[in-house]
């Protein structure tokens, strides 16, 4: 594409042609582009090589694994009966998608219109987010049809995964609200458009609501499980609080990193706008996720303190867990102090990065590493591996085809000239 | 398969012993082989070594409560089956009923259940019995030292004709 | 608080977390109980009695017309078999297996039947979001897998490990386990396949309540041939089969760590704050909305960024 635009070619970004006229829907899937010069592009880019690589050994096996079960393509752990499916594909990918509610919050709540530019990206990380979370669960689960159960068929209200599914389904439906306004500018039709603004606010709130209680509740499943999760990772009094507080600079972050590759890497679909508040807005994240990681760091040490669980520390897993805390907490969190200080935006890019990571290994750790501590460790299937990659190599190039398309990075023309 | 399962129940639950340990004391008459054969279903018949288990326990008491002209000798059962009365039973049987948690017994105790609830049934009388004595004196403990599987056992317990394809196996205790 | 009344609220609670616009049915609110059923049937499982027979696991085998085991079940090389060092377990094809154990000092080996212990508030139970499980008046724990969705939840939850999980079916994988013989036996009154084909008696099938003295009596009744424990009385708040021996549990591979309290009760405090959120959370977001913009225009794309930089 970059190459393309020395040429002087222009994406689709508006709601008319230059010329006045109207874009056709083709035309607006190949980004304004001719065929040729789409596919042209398509096949110079290096990264769909990697993508298409990993599509080709992927994509046959997540069909293997609907033709011959779950138990083909996994370990068939008893004692592990969640893996990486649900150890990654759940519990890591809902956190990092946090990023939807609290942008939205901060920018139809608070009034910060200063983070507008970068709010329909949290908005778009959100939602894909979980819409892959629900992917990896159907891959897991593998009876699609039964998904709807806890919802229109046999409810047990009693479980905190009854709330997990209803808030997910929920949330997804209230996402989809959200980042359908961009959808309606693109596609040309206003009255949509008009009619989710108005309800931004009531949509909004539901978000938090919905979100506080969904990513806590994340947490509160392993309270299920106090014998099996390792005490350091275990809290019966703040397991929710662990969840949700860390869920904050985890969403915050991923924005971070998804903006700073996208500015990289994407950066023709960016409009001026985007890339001048970026640096801006990148800082002010940060300052948020810092509160956040801080915030998190303490209340991870009172409930070690509150179960009086410091012994531990000076075992392997202790130290497994101050790994954890302090290279993927604490130091994130100085780095973060540091750069915002002096305002050195790449540092907190950094920072970003390493918070992700944090969250990863807190969320892997939990559900799957320190699970049956007491038993023993289980190495996922190979091909488990793989397909979890295959899904995320999905979950990137559809966000990537979102991106190019919807104006997300960009102001769609016909609106801001309004 | 439901057939078995039936007859299993038939033959473990009802439990009707029809020989008896005719035991006496030394002074007694008492029979050299008994053959106890009411359960056998999974497993045959077992023709037990009365005379050689006389000669080598110490005394009757090793294996049974009591004798016919004796009180008997078991603390809880003496408290009401009063230890003055001398039992003219000697059979396992005759006390230990096949099923002393029957559904019934469960839902409308008789009169005097209250004192029988832990009584061990009678398969587990004779187990409790013998294995757990051999287990101390190094008698033979595993099942089929005693008594052969039959047909039947062997289609219960996936063994011998019955054992899955794929186990290339080796039993015995 | 009693018991019923607390599990309507936490149920009350949840459900109405789990969306503004669900009505929580009746049926979901009535379905299953968190107290033991005052006459449910449990089973005493005393230790010091068993020999390894296996003639229980063929007997559950039969009864639940389970699939062709790997040996036969009188092969006892099952009892050397480890599986990521650890001793077998019930699976889905296998809903109770005896396991045996050297205990420090002991002449003999202890053996140990595992199968559900039928808890009288049971974690599978109070963790399933589509409520396949119920906790009979008879004392079992069972399921329907009809509504089972697969998401194990259950299988994390319990704390003995016991469900186990139709892998290998493609179309309809579901939970299975032990369910007491609920269909065949238990609701008629008979004792379960495998306490009814036990040799030497292990267990001890009657109400909870009256095999609790039971074993309350053999303890006292054989001075030195019980620890002074019976596992499963108090255990994630009691359970229906419950255990006496003569070696300490954990060398037994008991869990001797587990809670007293029912599992639920540690999710209580979470389920406890969502009608909280539910209720303060709009009126305090939009309340910080209205601050927020007050005096301010509502519309999109003002970019208002650089009076705003640093709050
Ligand atoms: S049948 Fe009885 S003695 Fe044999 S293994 Fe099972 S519980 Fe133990
Ligand atoms: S033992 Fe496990 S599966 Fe059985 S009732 Fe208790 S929690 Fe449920
Ligand atoms: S109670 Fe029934 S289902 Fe459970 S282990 Fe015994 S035979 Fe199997």
């Known amino acids: 594409m970059k190459k393309l635009a020395t040429y002087g070619i222009k994406p689709h970004d508006a709601a008319m042609k230059a010329d006045g006229k109207q874009w056709s829907l083709m035309e607006k899937l190949l980004l304004g582009l001719t065929l040729d010069q789409y596919i042209g592009q398509v096949i110079r880019n290096k990264f769909n090589w990697l993508l298409a690589f990993i599509f080709a050994i992927g994509i046959p096996v997540i069909i293997y694994r609907f033709i011959f079960s779950l138990g083909s393509v996994t370990h068939a752990s008893y004692d592990y009966p969640w893996g990486l499916f649900l150890g990654f594909g759940l519990f890591c990918m809902v956190p990092l998608s946090a990023s939807g509610f609290m942008l939205g919050t901060t920018v139809e709540i608070f009034g910060r219109h200063d983070f507008e530019p970068i709010e329909r990206l949290a908005l778009l990380n959100g939602l894909l987010g979980y819409f892959f979370a629900v992917v990896y669960l159907l891959v897991d689960l593998g009876q699609p049809w039964r998904l709807s159960y806890p919802m229109v068929y046999s409810f047990g209200p009693a479980a905190v995964l009854f709330l997990v599914g209803w808030h997910v389904a929920t949330y997804l439906s209230v996402q989809v609200a959200e980042v359908s306004t961009a959808f309606f500018e693109w596609i040309g039709f206003q009255r949509g458009y008009d009619f989710i603004r108005k309800g931004t606010v009531g949509l909004t709130v539901s978000g938090i609501i919905l979100s506080t209680l969904h990513q806590g509740a994340l947490g509160a499943l392993f309270l299920y499980a106090p014998g099996k999760v390792h005490p350091l990772w275990y809290s019966s009094a703040f397991q929710w609080l662990h969840f949700f507080t860390s869920s904050i600079p985890a969403g915050l972050s991923m924005v971070i990193c998804v903006s700073t590759i996208v500015v990289y890497t994407m950066k023709w679909r960016c409009d001026e706008r985007f890339i001048n508040s970026l640096d801006r807005i990148t800082i002010s994240l940060a300052k948020g996720a810092a509160m956040g990681l801080s915030t998190y760091l303490i209340i991870k040490l009172i409930a070690v303190a509150h179960d009086n669980e410091w012994a531990y520390l000076a075992t392997g897993w202790g130290q497994w867990w101050l790994l954890e805390i302090v290279g993927f907490v604490f130091i994130p969190l100085l780095i973060l102090s540091y750069a915002i200080r002096n305002k050195l935006v790449g540092l907190c890019r950094v920072g970003a990065f390493m918070t992700v990571a944090g969250i990863l290994l807190n969320r892997l750790n939990t559900a799957l590493i320190t699970f049956n501590w007491k038993l023993y460790q289980e190495i996922p299937h190979q091909w488990e591996i793989i397909i979890s990659i295959t899904i995320f190599a999905i979950y990137i190039a559809t966000y990537r085809f979102i991106l190019n398309r919807l104006p997300i990075l960009y102001q769609f023309k016909s609106q801001s000239d309004k | 398969m439901v057939n078995v399962g039936k007859r299993l129940i038939t033959g473990l639950g009802v439990l009707v012993l029809t020989s008896l340990f005719t035991v006496g004391c030394f002074a007694m008459d008492y029979p050299d082989e008994v053959e106890i054969d009411s359960l056998a279903n999974l497993y045959e018949a077992v023709v037990f070594d009365h005379a050689m288990h006389v000669d080598a326990t110490d005394s009757c008491a090793d294996c049974h409560h009591h004798t016919t002209g004796t009180p008997s000798s078991s603390e809880y059962c003496a408290k009401c089956h009063d230890g003055a009365v001398e039992m003219d039973v000697v059979s396992c049987q005759d006390c230990h009923s096949g099923d002393p948690v029957s559904a019934e017994n469960l839902h409308n105790p008789q009169p005097g259940y209250f004192y029988h609830n832990d009584k061990p049934n009678l398969k587990a009388a004779y187990h409790l019995n013998c294995v757990g004595c051999h287990q101390e004196v190094d008698g033979p403990t595993g099942c089929e030292d005693c008594h052969a599987k039959t047909e039947a056992g062997e289609k219960y317990y996936r063994s011998g004709e019955f054992a899955p394809e794929a186990a290339a196996h080796s039993s015995g205790h | ?311």
């Open chain 3, 1 to 311: 608080m009693s018991k019923i009344t607390r599990r309507k609220f936490l149920a009350g609670s949840a459900a109405g977390g789990a969306a503004m616009m669900l009505a929580p049915s009746k049926n979901a609110l009535a379905a299953g109980s968190f107290e033991g059923f005052p006459d449910g049937m449990g089973v005493l499982v005393d230790l010091t009695r068993c020999v390894g027979c296996r003639t229980c696991e063929a007997a559950c085998n039969t009864e639940q017309k389970l699939p062709e085991p790997a040996k036969p079940f009188d092969d006892y090389s099952v009892f050397d078999e480890l599986h990521h060092g650890q001793k077998r377990r019930p699976t889905d094809k296998a809903y109770t297996v005896v396991n045996r154990y050297e205990p420090e000092g002991a002449d003999e080996p202890l053996y140990r039947k595992i199968q559900c212990n039928h808890c009288n508030e049971p974690a599978c139970l109070t963790s399933c979001f589509v409520n396949a499980y119920t906790k009979t008046p008879e004392g079992a724990v069972i399921y329907n897998a009809k509504v089972c969705v697969g998401c194990r939840n259950c299988m994390i939850a319990c704390p003995f490990h016991i469900p186990g999980y139709t892998y290998n079916s493609v179309l309809n994988p579901v939970i299975k386990k032990c369910i007491f013989c609920y269909d065949t036996r238990l609701k008629e009154g008979k004792p379960p396949a495998c306490v009814e084909s036990c040799p030497q008696q292990v267990m001890t099938f009657g109400k909870r309540k009256d095999l609790m003295k039971i074993a309350n009596d053999r303890i006292k009744k054989n001075p030195g041939q019980y620890v002074n424990h019976i596992y499963g009385e108090k255990e994630v708040g009691g359970t229906g089969w419950f255990y006496i021996s003569n070696a300490p549990f954990e060398q037994a591979g008991f869990d001797i760590d587990l809670p007293k309290k029912p599992i639920i009760d540690n999710v209580k405090d979470f389920l406890a704050i969502v009608p909280m959120v539910l209720t303060i959370w709009p009126a305090l977001f939009t309340g910080f909305h209205l601050l927020a913009t007050k005096g301010k225009s509502h519309g999109h794309g003002d970019d208002h960024s650089a009076e705003q930089e640093d709050h």
